[in-house]
């Protein structure tokens, strides 16, 4: 359990690197942007490898027993959380988590949160909670919710930064919590393309999990717990 809370606490440190600007800067500095982006991945990357190892190889401590409403719950947040993931990396975003910060036009999934991929992170990570009740799953998704959560915060203070005097004029027609400004200003949800092909790829991913996928990576099959309830 110590092993696979350290490898928690390095992942989360790892991600929070984006969030901070003068460690970021110095480390770009002394790679270059490209070498810290390979690096970066790479890292990150064997990082959460070593975290699911070591999840998957811990103790398992029974919490509260499963029922069939806490499956379902997952099969709704997750990919729910999917597709606000996607389509968040792939819109332009000025304010939060992207793979496109800039360009001519702000992604139609920002009207929905300005946070998108964090958003989606906490619904995919505290959707998986219910299901997994056991002390190993609280403290690793419990951990990436809570992570999901400080990340907004961040992201909205390192924003607000750099808007500076045009913070509400920047921020009009968005909000941190999801649909909230829409529903204050009842209007149209806008739809762009990379909506719509990330609500695709969401279909095909979550099916390919229920059918297979999610037991080949992780050793559990939804469908087949489902219907031992």
Do not use: K
Request: with cysteine.
């Amino acid at each position: 359990m110590t092993v696979m809370i350290a490898a928690l606490a390095l992942f989360i440190g790892l991600h929070s690197i984006p969030a901070m600007p003068p460690v970021r800067t110095r480390i770009i500095g002394a790679m270059g942007r490209t070498g810290y982006l390979i690096a970066y991945s790479a890292v990150s990357t064997a990082v959460l490898v070593w975290l699911i190892y070591e999840a998957l190889n811990t103790d398992y401590v029974e919490l509260w027993s499963l029922s069939s409403w806490q499956v379902h719950a997952t099969f709704v947040a997750a990919p729910l959380g999917l597709f606000l993931v996607l389509a968040g990396l792939f819109s332009v975003n000025p304010f939060s988590v992207t793979l496109r910060r800039d360009g001519p036009r702000v992604g139609a999934i920002v009207d929905i949160t300005r946070h998108p991929v964090l958003w989606g992170f906490w619904l995919w990570s505290a959707g998986h909670v219910p299901p997994n009740g056991d002390l190993r799953s609280l403290i690793l998704f419990g951990g990436f919710a809570c992570f999901s959560l400080g990340g907004m915060l961040m992201a909205e203070r390192r924003a607000r930064r750099m808007f500076g005097a045009t913070w509400n004029q920047a921020t009009a027609g968005t909000s941190v919590v999801p649909l909230l400004a829409i529903a204050a200003e009842p209007r149209a949800v806008r739809i762009d393309t990379i909506m719509l092909l990330s609500a695709v790829a969401t279909i095909a991913v979550a099916g390919w999990l229920l059918h297979g996928g999610h037991a080949a990576l992780f050793g559990a099959d939804p469908i087949a717990t489902l219907n031992a309830l």
